[in-house]
């Protein structure tokens, strides 16, 4: 049976809340991601908004800015807050903006394709800008064998083949989204991630000398996190141990991400989900999926799981990838933004 359920959407902005009340549901639902300021606002009043669909292993959207002066930030007290390990791609649509990173300052014109690693820092600037975005977990590149240690703000210019290859597949995206279904939306998502792998990425050399970048701690962590997830032993004590932490401040570095045991036990229980999901994993009992998930205790496992998404182990299995799509597609549907980008981040 085919799955016609459409894609999770959300928008905010003063096209959906004119006034202020626009430009704070705005700012509130690009939180986890930027800090904003508003300044030399028209007397037309702001033209500021946001619409975002849920494509599977990535969030694709569509944010305009215009009738003032608009300034975004993400320091590195923004990065430790909110924890995010996302790549952001920004493709300019109309208009442009002025951006710096590491590599200084840079304008772009439209076309440029725009990339930002989300553990670094970053600011820009417009007065009228409109631009698509895809959020895309680190870990979907990595698998790629990408080089995403020297991408923060990266430029493909629009004048290049990548740039006009990749701004008419995300436009076409856009475009047709109403058509996508939630069964066809992982496909697509894969799909346009290994598009941008192979035109904007460079392919890992991992026998090439390079300079390190530094990562923030808590970011460290969490990538040992997720290497480690089938160990039953992860937990604070290993962590700290690894990392030369006390406990308590193990427990400050994670409490924007609303506690270090409850990061490690969802990590698994999102790593579990897709495993029990995909026919190709269906002979494994499902002891064994819990097992290898750092879970000892079925019990324990089961109650954790059917909190989380809704579906006990059996039932998930049962129903496959279809409809447990649906049920995740529930809980979307009365979801915004921020939890979308947490929720991916989470993947």
């Not at 608009?70 to 002025?98: E, P, W």
Request: hydrophobic share 40%; aromatic share 6%; charged share 25%.
């Amino acid at each position: 049976m085919s799955l016609s359920l459409s894609l999770p959407r959300h928008h905010a902005g003063t096209r959906f809340s004119p006034g202020r009340r626009g430009v704070a549901d705005y700012a509130e639902a690009i939180s986890p991601v930027f800090d904003t300021r508003l300044r030399d606002v028209d007397d037309a009043g702001p033209d500021l908004w946001i619409s975002s669909i849920n494509v599977g292993p990535m969030l694709l959207g569509y944010a305009k800015m215009s009738g003032g002066t608009y300034s975004y930030g993400r320091d590195h007290r923004k990065i430790a807050a909110t924890g995010l390990d996302l790549i952001l791609v920004q493709i300019i649509a109309q208009g442009a903006d002025r951006r710096q990173a590491h590599r200084g300052d840079i304008e772009t014109k439209v076309g440029d394709i725009c990339l930002l690693d989300l553990t670094r820092p970053f600011q820009s600037e417009t007065q009228f800008c409109g631009n698509f975005s895809l959020a895309i977990p680190r870990e979907a590149l990595a698998a790629r064998d990408r080089d995403l240690d020297d991408l923060h703000g990266l430029v493909l210019r629009h004048d290049t083949p990548a740039a006009r290859l990749l701004k008419g597949h995300v436009e076409t995206l856009w475009n047709m989204a109403g058509a996508i279904s939630m069964q066809d939306a992982p496909a697509v998502g894969r799909a346009t991630i290994d598009l941008l792998s192979g035109l904007a990425l460079p392919a890992s050399d991992r026998q090439a000398a390079r300079l390190a970048i530094s990562e923030s701690r808590i970011t460290q962590i969490r990538r040992f996190i997720d290497a480690n997830l089938d160990d039953p032993r992860l937990g604070p004590e290993t962590l700290c141990r690894r990392f030369g932490l006390s406990r308590a401040s193990l427990y400050r570095l994670f409490a924007p991400l609303g506690g270090v045991r409850e990061h490690i036990q969802g990590r698994r229980l999102r790593r579990a989900f897709d495993v029990l999901t995909d026919p190709a994993f269906a002979h494994l009992p499902l002891s064994h999926v819990a097992e290898t998930h750092g879970f000892s205790a079925w019990s324990s496992f089961a109650r954790a799981f059917k909190a989380r998404f809704g579906l006990s182990p059996g039932e998930a299995r049962e129903v496959g990838a279809a409809a447990a799509m649906r049920a995740l597609s529930a809980v979307a549907q009365d979801q915004g933004l921020p939890d979308w980008l947490r929720a991916l981040d989470g993947a």
